[in-house]
């Protein structure tokens, strides 16, 4: 079997449409409150933006009101999103020491937390290839990142952002394996999106809205697989028995395909989820992939093939 993909991110995208109705949900708000200043931990986030504020004025500047810490949401980042190896490759060239590669997805806040020493090291480190390509990684991810990074003062506590557009062209020669359960799996990790022999396509969007501690993430998807022969009635019922399931009037089994298998055509829902910060944690709700292995697999869950509840 042979098999090329190809993916195209697009500024703009077809789908991005479907998300621009979430952004009404968050206009810009008023980022704290002028003019009070927190206590306990939160002063101390406050405090380095308040000698900025001091240093303007000395400069000739604007000097604007001291303000409000106030938590604000941060999404997840998706387990297909390139932040992720990134990640894990600044963390095997002995940087990003907070990081727990047996719990994601992490959030983007999470990420900017875990960054905070990494500057320091890296600036500290010697001139070697490994820690150049380290500082690359972590301009790329700042870069990135750069929008969760405005701190307690920023200009909105509310936010809506079109995260990704996307569209990816497979085609594959031969008959693709997509029965883990029984014979072998020929894509893995790539959220149970149907697979059949010739041109496959996925294109999609994702976004979310931030407003004060509430997050909302939604990632859809259109997905198109050509029609295939499929299983054949001998083999169907040769793995129904090893399954200890009756052939007959059990044909609808999701995890033995027989065939013929029709064209598939269908917009999926990837992910969808409310998150909330709170007290330093983040609860979320929805339909959300989970990730809980330091490797390519985790403990519960060898792929995540097996669509989210």
């Known amino acids: 079997m ?3 993909a ?13 998300l621009l109705g979430c952004g009404l949900l968050a206009l810009p708000l008023i980022a704290e ?20 504020h001091a240093m303007a004025a000395g400069a000739g500047q604007v000097n604007h009101a001291p ?7 941060s999404p997840y980042i998706p387990l297909d999103y390139w932040l992720n190896p990134a990640l894990t490759r600044l963390y095997s060239l002995g940087y990003l020491d907070p990081a727990f ?33 380290a500082r690359g990684i972590y301009d790329a991810l700042m870069k990135e990142l750069s929008i969760d990074a405005e701190g307690p003062c920023g200009a909105h506590r509310g936010e809506f952002r079109v995260e990704s557009t996307y569209s990816v062209e497979r085609g594959i020669s031969g008959t693709p ?11 893995v990790n790539d959220y149970g999106r149907p697979i059949e022999g010739g041109f496959n396509d996925y294109s999609g969007a994702s976004g979310y809205v931030v407003s004060g ?8 998807e259109m997905q198109y697989a050509p029609s295939a022969a499929g299983y054949s009635y001998a083999l169907y019922s040769r793995l129904s028995q090893d399954d200890n399931i009756p052939p007959v009037g059990n044909e609808a089994q999701a995890t033995i395909p027989l065939g013929p298998i029709a064209t598939k055509a269908d917009t999926r829902l990837l992910e969808g989820y409310l998150s909330v910060h709170v007290l330093g944690h983040d609860i979320s709700f929805g339909k959300q992939d989970q990730w809980w292995g330091p490797a390519a697999s985790g403990a519960y869950a060898f792929s995540n093939n097996a669509q989210n509840m």
Not at 8 to 18: I, S, T
């Open 2 to 4: 042979d098999l090329f």
């Open 6 to 18: 190809v993916r195209r991110v697009r500024p703009v995208g077809r789908l991005a449409g479907l």
């Open 33 to 52: 409150t002028p003019g009070t200043v927190a206590s306990g931990a939160a002063a101390a986030d406050v405090q380095p933006m308040l000698a900025m």
């Open 67 to 73: 303000c409000e810490y106030a938590p604000q949401g």
């Open 101 to 133: 590669l047996g719990l994601r997805p992490w959030t983007r806040a999470s990420v900017m937390h875990m960054l905070e020493d990494t500057s320091a090291k890296l600036e500290d480190a010697p001139d070697t290839a490994a820690n150049e390509e």
């Open 177 to 187: 394996l997509h029965d883990s359960f029984h014979l072998g799996q020929s894509i």
């Open 213 to 220: 501690p509430w997050t909302l993430y939604v990632r859809t």
